[in-house]
Every structure is written in C-alpha cells, then in structure tokens.
C-alpha cells in the first residue's frame, strides 16, 4: 500500500491512497485540480511556495518523485511536515517531532538550575508541569507510539530535569521522581493516554469525534459465546508490525490488561484517576 499526502495549506491536507503509483499520481492532480479551482471560485489563494507532498510506504525502494502540479508550478516532495504542532515524518518513526521536543527542553536546563535555589518546591513543579510536561504530553498518543529506542533520550531528558527540579542526586531511583510529581514516565504516560482514549470510546462517544465513535467494538458484539473475555475490547488478527502499532490494535490490547475493576469504571474522571493510580502502582512496583 503506498499512501501520499498532499499539503495543500496551513494546517489543511488530501489524503490519496493506492497501490499503483501512477493512478495515485493522477488521482493527486486531479484532487489539487479540484480544491485549486474552488479556492479561486471563493477569492481565496494557495500559497505554492508552502504546499508541498509526502509519500509513505512500507517499500524503502518506492520511487517518491511524483509530478504534482498547483496551478502550473510543480510542488515539492518533503520528508516531514508539522500539522497541528505534531510533526510528521515518511517514515512514521517520528523521530523527527521527538527531536524537536529535545531541542527544546534541552535548552531549559541550565535556566532550571539557576532558578531552583530561588524559587520554593511548589513553584518548582509548578514550572515543570507548565514548561516540561505539557509539553511532553501534547500529542503522546502518536509520537510515543514508536520504538523505545527512539524515545530514549527524551526519556533520560526528562529524569534529568526531574532530577534538577527535585536537587535528587544522579542515582536516585526514576520511579521517585515521579512519585514525587505524581505524574508517569513518558512509556507509560503514553499507555495512560490511550487508555483515557479506548475509555472514552467506549463510554463516552460523544466526547470524540464522529470518525471514533465506531471505532472499536467488544467481543460480545462479534461472537455470542460467554466467555470471560466477552467484555473485552475485540483485537484484530493483523500481519504486519505497522498494523500491530495502529491505536485499534495497540490500544484494545493497552486496555484487556487493564484490571477488570478499573476497566469497567464509567466515569471519566474516576477513570483518569484509577488509571493513573494503577500505573503509578506499576512504577512504584518496578522500582521494587
């Protein structure tokens, strides 16, 4: 399967999928022909200069060169692109976007170690969670969901900035650090995330958009037999590690390992609050 975006403005995008490259090429053109000729019936302009494409493929050897054309200038290919704060890469390891969260938290540390002889603990984590972790969690969803060694210096960043904050020597155990804060490391702060997410799907559809509200189904919608994992969220038999990693996948397989007791939980809040309890438990454990 190839799959090509097409950037067609700030923050606005045309998704064309296929299997043969040419007829995508075709297809794209004619789409940017369409929204180019709408834009101009309405008194509006794309900017070319910012419109550009990108190709995804589970094929390193796929040619990415297509000939896309917006009002007679050809676009150019790019090998990532930031929509809505997140930045996307051909590849889908988002390297990139954690590369870009580094540089900037980066950059922070030496101001903490100024700032920590100065302002009280309160003040201290109250910066962390406006400067660091809100940062760290906007997005979690999708940039984490890769491999973990692409997360790790981001992971060591964060530690170091706890440590920082918290005057915690370099041996201190990770999980008191977090204990301290009463927030997660980004491994699981990413499972908390998606499980607020499946819980969402489940109970509170309209929360999310139209598009999820089907999103996953239980297994006593797809079979009758009671069995003990009739509640459960139904997984889907998939044969490739990129399929493996898709949030119906990934994030069904997140929430069956979660407790029955949490799980059932309807309440949002109460939920947002177990959860993070559980996963807190799970670190305070793995510190043991």
């Not at 709408?38 to 070319?48: D, F, H, I, R």
Request: aromatic residues 10%; contains cysteine.
């Amino acid at each position: 399967m190839i799959k090509c975006i097409n950037f067609v403005a700030d923050d606005t995008n045309l998704f064309i999928s296929g299997k043969d490259f040419n007829k995508i090429e075709l297809d794209c053109n004619i789409a940017i022909s369409k929204i180019s000729s709408w834009m101009s019936a309405n008194k509006l302009v794309l900017n070319e200069d910012k419109t550009v494409y990108m190709t995804f493929s589970l094929k390193n050897t796929i040619n990415n060169n297509l000939n896309l054309m917006l009002n007679s200038i050809p676009l150019k290919p790019a090998d990532s692109v930031k929509f809505l704060g997140v930045i996307l890469d051909n590849k889908l390891n988002w390297i990139t976007h954690i590369d870009e969260i580094y540089s900037k938290l980066i950059k922070l540390t030496s101001l903490f170690y100024k700032l920590r002889n100065k302002l009280p603990p309160n003040i201290l984590k109250d910066i962390y969670f406006s400067m660091i972790h809100s940062k760290l969690i906007y997005g979690i969803e999708i940039y984490a969901n890769t491999y973990v060694t692409h997360l790790e210096k981001l992971i060591t960043l964060n530690n170091k900035i706890l440590r920082i904050l918290q005057f915690k020597l370099s041996k201190s155990h990770r999980a008191d650090l977090y204990l301290e804060y009463n927030t997660l490391p980004i491994n699981l702060l990413f499972k908390y995330k998606i499980s607020t997410f499946i819980h969402k799907c489940i109970y509170n559809k309209g929360l999310l958009p139209l598009i999820f509200q089907n999103y996953l189904s239980l297994n006593n919608s797809v079979h009758s037999h009671n069995t003990r994992t009739k509640d459960l969220v139904h997984v889907s038999q998939v044969n490739k590690f990129y399929g493996s990693r898709s949030i119906n996948i990934l994030g069904a397989r997140i929430w069956n390992n979660l407790p029955h007791i949490i799980a059932s939980i309807s309440s949002i809040i109460s939920f947002e609050k177990t959860a993070k309890e559980y996963f807190l438990s799970e670190l305070k454990c793995s510190s043991e």
